[in-house]
T-cell receptor, first 114, second 115 residues
Framework: NAGVTQTPKFQVLKTGQSMTLQCAQDMNHNSMYWYRQDPGMGLRLIYYSASEGTTDKGEVPNGYNVSRLNKREFSLRLESAAPSQTSVYFC?????????????FGQGTRLTVV | AQSVSQHNHHVILSEAASLELGCNYSYGGTVNLFWYVQYPGQHLQLLLKYFSGDPLVKGIKGFEAEFIKSKFSFNLRKPSVQWSDTAEYFCAVNARSGGYQKVTFGTGTKLQVIP
């Protein structure tokens, strides 16, 4: 199983450019998440999707949009990139409910905005 | 809203020393608790998890954690660390928020083990 797959792994953007980070999981999970990881701040939730067709804001949603295209895919879009969005982005998925609900993570996308 | 606090941001230990990393959460309902590890340059991997039952949970690589409900704590321990344990460790809580299950992470603890 591939698990959670993120693309691209690395990206450099100029301020104001847009891009979409792709995430797909093959574990039939309902819940999917986008986090950003910054030094000293741990993982902060940007958006999450409890199921296909639903999305909710996390702690730091400003400057981002998401699309839950289907059960497998959850994309994160930066409409106008800013240097403050330089970070490592992780996508994750999990099974909702109180049993076996660990999150599985993708390999991450290292984004630099110059 | 649920939150997770990790009090130690950076820990430096010599090999064979004992480790305890603190984790406290704030949420009044039923929770699932996790510790994840991130080795340098890699993604997060599950170290251990607590859902119910015995509050002392054993994970991979000799790690264990104890859930103390009265203290809202889930501290990670290892009797004798190795250089290969150098990594960043994240505590996480999965609880119901706004009708959905949501995973919240602590800010992480960087562990550096000196040979």
């Amino acid at each position: 199983n591939a698990g959670v797959t993120q693309t691209p792994k690395f990206q450099v953007l100029k301020t104001g450019q847009s891009m979409t980070l792709q995430c797909a999981q093959d574990m039939n999970h309902n819940s999917m998440y986008w986090y950003r990881q910054d030094p000293g701040m741990g993982l902060r939730l940007i958006y999450y999707s409890a199921s296909e067709g639903t999305t909710d804001k996390g702690e730091v949603p400003n400057g981002y949009n998401v699309s839950r295209l289907n059960k497998r895919e959850f994309s994160l879009r930066l409409e106008s990139a800013a240097p403050s969005q330089t970070s490592v982005y992780f996508c994750a998925s999990s099974v909702p409910g109180l049993v076996n609900t660990e999150a599985f993570f993708g390999q991450g996308t290292r984004l630099t905005v110059v | 809203a649920q939150s997770v606090s990790q009090h130690n941001h950076h820990v430096i230990l010599s090999e064979a020393a004992s480790l305890e990393l603190g984790c406290n959460y704030s949420y009044g309902g039923t929770v699932n608790l996790f510790w994840y590890v991130q080795y340098p340059g890699q993604h997060l991997q599950l170290l251990l998890k607590y859902f119910s039952g015995d509050p002392l949970v054993k994970g991979i690589k000799g790690f264990e954690a104890e859930f103390i409900k009265s203290k809202f704590s889930f501290n990670l321990r290892k009797p004798s660390v190795q250089w290969s344990d150098t990594a960043e460790y994240f505590c996480a809580v999965n609880a119901r928020s706004g009708g959905y299950q949501k995973v919240t992470f602590g800010t992480g603890t960087k562990l550096q083990v000196i040979p």
